[in-house]
């Protein structure tokens, strides 16, 4: 077992400062926020709030309660890690909280979502909550998207109490820790932890944790053909690249940090900053499954 190297990193699990820190540093940048200044603004805001409900007692309960049992279910290989039962209930506890402080400040779609989930009951809020731990592509966006701001986190706290995995114990697509979709994929050097090599880990969209993928695989439909698994770097910047798949016409967002500028990327908010990229890919008849808080 290989002790949390996700943790190691900015930004990573629980550690919504530092991408709030990313946000500020883009949007006050010349030219970095190019065409992404609404989206960054409003992960800001989101970053502002889940980073003042860590501390908070209710929300580290349910953390240590997330995270509970999770060497057990590794040992008998059980994942994912993370009791997510256990999550249903105090996320859904979150989102009227969430609504409250956030609401006014957001678009009318999400705002408008918002309301309907602070007038709907407890039991409503926890079924949405379970539909989104099961798959977060199911609920309606704008409702998916407050499940998202409300459990990232007690999620984030689980994760970030937990152990990697390491390759050898998972090397699927979907996180070990709460099974959420990736939201991107990253390239970084691992000092003395992998010779000869540059691993490529996933970013999950859910918890912020990390975990190693092959390099040559396409995160959605497994293809494994590098001639089928083309990757596009459609400017200048080599550190954010799209890794298509003809396969299944989708796609990931790579970072690769080892590049120029690579250092103060912190993958889960540059994500939201290069939705140029997106739109470009999305020209290309490729489509990605976990879209940004850019909304592509
Ligand atoms: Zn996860
Ligand atoms: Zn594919």
Redo the contacts with the bound molecule.
Sequence with gaps: MTFGSANRRGGGPGDFAARLGRVERLLSAKGGAAGAAAPLTLLGLVLRYQAGRVPVATVVTAAGAVAAGAELRLAAERF?L?DLPAAVAPIAAEIPLAVAALGTDLPDPLLAGGMALTGATDEEREGLVEQWLDDPATPEPVLGFWVRVAGGPI?EGG?AAIATPSRDEWTGAA??????PPQVSVIAEESGEFMGGSPRSLV??????WWTFPRVKCTWCGEGDPRRLPSFVPDERKVARIDGCETCSSYVKTFDLREAGGIEMVPLVDDVATVSLDLWANDQGLARHMVSFAGV
């Design positions: 994912p993370l999620l994760r996180c070990p820790a709460c099974g959420g999950c969209s859910r918890c912020a944790g």
